[in-house]
């Protein structure tokens, strides 16, 4: 931590906040600049942190160094997580595709979105029965009857699946047919349910907030890690911006700082990012060159008639494609698709 | 609703669409421009938005006209809400000024706190118990303890409190002390915390969520509404921008928008926006002169040893002045500060 | 500067370091923490920017302190500067109203504009004459013709005019009618054209650019101070977001950080910030409360008809109105409203 | 365009609307819904648009149907564009790799940098000798001199140059050296310095300006076309939004949205966009597999020495090692890179 004196400070001020320092079991290095005077503050950052170093007579500002997040970072944990959804690992040596209905509908919609992902190669399915919608007008989810056909899918293809959960009643319950309990873009800082995936005995697919910077992602990650649960997966899905071509801006730079700054594996969902199927895949493409560790798309058989999100769903036949493309260039930069 | 067909839309993809506006019991009213054609919708707007149109061939874009909330829009409701606060009345007529600490940490600091609220005019008083932190090793809130001292304070002093609730389970043990039940910005879309204060039996603040449009603010609140309360007063408190010099940028226009599309109170606080003293007297004067109905201020006797957002906080003598230039400036504009 | 070392860096690294900074004639202060080793660089700071400490081994990151500016900047000028646009001064100690038209368009729309202006109270008049326009098929400006017609409104009047120039080739033309020359939004960053008005012998207004940080903007006023005016007011007129209800976002928290920064003068457009009628009287009240050294609004007789953002300008008997409430306003907060 | 009325509107407003459109040689298309009617506007739309219909009594809002730039768009002219820099040509059938210094610094720096390109599949060069720079203070390039280096270095290698432009004067003057003429990111909307490449002799690379929507960035497309130059290359690099972690946000769904609503050559510049250079590659790699036509990236043999962006330039092995990865990835979507 370094704490920057204002031009006016003066010798006595600056040595308040040494004595502050001292106090705190820590020592204070003082370098004399010919503006400003800065001061080093060395010891148990936990304690400085808890100071309002700003509110000291002569202080202009605190620099804060080093990271506000410890589990999931890289700098103390170099080698690099695997998260094992069902027998599908997912992390930094392979790749993954996810893929499936954005919401259950009924058994036909689900199945028919299902076989075309699986054709496409995906290893692990998506699948909603609870769903976050901005109007309150619009279709919530199926609910348990939709559980309830996701555990018949799940049987019969013997595939994992991602599901979501928008409340941390719903954890328990979820959990219980779900491979991989996930955490929606307007939940990222829904502090009380990250507190509670973070005791499931589940992996947990955190999606970043869609105002997040990446270290505020991390630290929401840290909730979940700091209750004991490490099998995090963090899913970008596009930020918020001024842009208004797409539903939001595919961050995948974001995602890269993601992976440099943390030992968790991190994917794309290009669906939600863009919101528009022809950009979808190309989206796509883009994530696994950029090195994401799996993406996740929408598919849908007959995507006019979807409750949901129907004009960023693959066709069954797009996704097919897609697969190969993914495969191929998966080999080209020397990683291979999952399977 | 309006339908924008392709450049080379055909006759009978034209003729496609009619039809099935028919068979959803509408008209459809077909204008052929040079270049696109363009079909107005004519019936039941909800059977309309049933159906993802994008998805018929010839169809370029879709524009939805009206508006996605119903129940708290001014359209439908011209006559302004006053929502009364204990006995503190929030709306266009008058002028309120809610003051109190961030967050409670000790009867001292809360008493402290609250005498220099009453002093400067404050005729609602707020105070947090439960704090959604963006990192996990930051204080979290007093909890029940924090309770038992705002009831405290309450019989004291016999002015309301607005307090926040960060989950559901919350809702109703807060209630029992809150005259107002606060849901902060990392909530503003965790819909089921919305539902669920729409059947408290208390009025709602709530914020807007930082990286929320106006039009999505009302969407939240219109959650509530269709639960049955619609005792609600909106609070602006910045958004997120590429802007580093503030913690928010305030959208005081946004505010204005707000209080022209919906015909609930909406109030600004100016604290949590900018999240630098010398800057959050300035912004609510500017607040009220924009029309805010109310604005929110934090207030410390010792910001310096804040558990949380010291650095934002008024000292007791801060906010007395600023009760007075915001007194003089709704005199100024033919409102009056509530006593 | 402060050079933050990476967890893994050796003493060696640190050296190597602080026999750089010793061979630029500077000292190197190392603090070594438990996990960063820090070092500040005492100095000639200019020396210290040239190089780019980030490759050098074991370097994690650099902190600058200090401002990239200094000639525009309060730490070292803090008096604050009143810069007078033909007699009327604008500065912190009065408050002053800029109106006028958009685009000049015709001797008698412009006349009637200002005829309105000035019963509201403004002492500086607006017109422009070259417009930055985003589409090549709208109205560019009336150019020489407009010259002539304000400068003839101006003899009429006897006000000061500021009149925006887009390329710098204009600059020495546009003064001879100009008491004020305006650099618009999207040439905020033409450092061409900052450089030239930098030795144009006239007040320059310099509005901020829709991306652009007060730090950037203060940088931008940086060019023209450095090649000797500095006859600068700035002027916030809104920033690019998310939000979708306003043509921008009025950032008056922006506005404030450019008053405390900086020595200059920093005024607010509420127009252009907002792009839309009913909002603009509400921001201009907004901004001198908040402490604007000036607000500059549109004024348009006929605004249905109006050639350039009709839909923003206040009509004839608006503008007077919205004169009175920012007198009173201005009362209220101890200015004066210049006359 | 479509002229959506209030809610309350009469019969007669609606009448006078109609009656305007006729005016103006056109048919009025009256859909009277339950809660809004609206107009659909048929005729020519040129002059519609010189209305502003929203001043009209009882109107909302109007839509403008169809899109504001018409030379560069992919509607009117479904072909795509190549676009020839010296002898290599930029389009969708190609991929191009673009690399070289950022600055031209001297002989030696430059001569480094674009060998080690030219290793690495370059077959276009860049290298600047105007910088706009943020600061007054940082180095502002080579000028003159550096225009002799490029002209040497093009000599010796018989590779094609794009240079940037900062201002018109400088067109005529660097478009002697120049393969290509560049428009950089802060004079995206500088209006007549687009103007002024409108009318030279040589490709534009025209740089979308970091709070520019696609949008806007076709309609400054347009400013060029307009005047006769249509060879224009549009360059994707990133923009301004709140994550710190890097410059700019890297917008490849945007680049596809440009690809898909024009016809010209869009590519991506990676360096620029994010600021890092542990990140460029991964973005570069990203860039090819979204479909982009050609990246550019900044190469320095010394990057710790550079005078401009350092930390982002590739090393001479990285790039080469790049190389060889965006041919890998190019040849997995079945596009070949340039030679």
Chains 1, 2, 3, 4 share one sequence.
């Not at 001020?13 to 003082?30: K, M």
């Not at 919530?140 to 939709?146: A, D, H, K, M, P």
């Not at 797009?318 to 080999?331: K, S």
Request: charged share 25%; net charge negative; with cysteine.
């Amino acid at each position: 931590m370094v704490v920057v004196m204002k031009q006016g400070a003066t010798e006595a001020d600056i040595e308040a906040v040494s004595e502050r320092v001292r106090g705190l079991g820590g020592e204070a290095f003082v370098s004399r600049g010919q503006v400003h005077t800065i001061i080093g503050l060395v010891g148990d950052t936990e304690r400085f942190h808890a100071i309002d170093w700003k509110q000291l007579v002569g202080v202009d500002h605190v620099i804060r160094i080093g990271k506000p997040y410890k589990m999931v970072a890289r700098d103390t944990h170099p080698e690099t997580t695997v998260v094992k959804v069902g027998t599908t690992p997912v992390g930094r040596d392979t790749f993954t595709l996810i893929a499936g209905p954005c919401a259950v509908e009924d058994e036909e919609q689900t199945m028919a979105a299902v076989e075309a992902s699986r054709a496409a190669g995906a290893t692990i399915l998506r699948g909603d029965v609870y769903k976050p919608r901005t109007s309150p007008y619009s279709f919530q989810g199926l609910g348990e009857r939709g559980l309830e056909i996701l555990e018949e899918v799940r049987r019969r293809t013997g595939l994992p699946f991602v599901i979501e959960v928008v409340d941390l009643h719903q954890v328990e319950h979820v959990a219980e047919v779900a491979d991989c309990i996930r955490i929606g873009t307007r939940n990222a800082q829904n502090f009380e349910l990250l507190k509670e995936v973070g005791v499931a005995n589940k992996p947990v697919m955190l999606k970043r907030g869609l105002a997040m910077t990446v270290e505020e992602w991390l630290q929401a990650a840290e909730y979940i890690a700091q209750r004991g649960n490490s099998e995090i997966i963090l899913c970008e899905r596009g930020i918020r911006t001024f842009e208004p071509a797409t539903r939001n801006t595919l961050d995948l730079a974001g995602m890269a700082v993601a992976q440099a700054e943390s030992h968790l594996p991190v994917i794309v969902d290009p669906s939600h990012a863009v919101g528009k199927r022809h950009l979808v895949a190309a989206m796509a493409r883009a994530a696994v060159a950029a090195g994401a560790d799996a993406v996740m798309v929408d598919v849908h058989p007959h995507p006019e008639a979807a409750l949901v999100d129907g004009a960023q769903a693959l066709l069954p036949d797009e996704i097919v494609e897609l697969g190969q493309q993914l495969a191929a260039i998966a080999t080209a930069i020397g990683r291979e698709l999952n399977r």
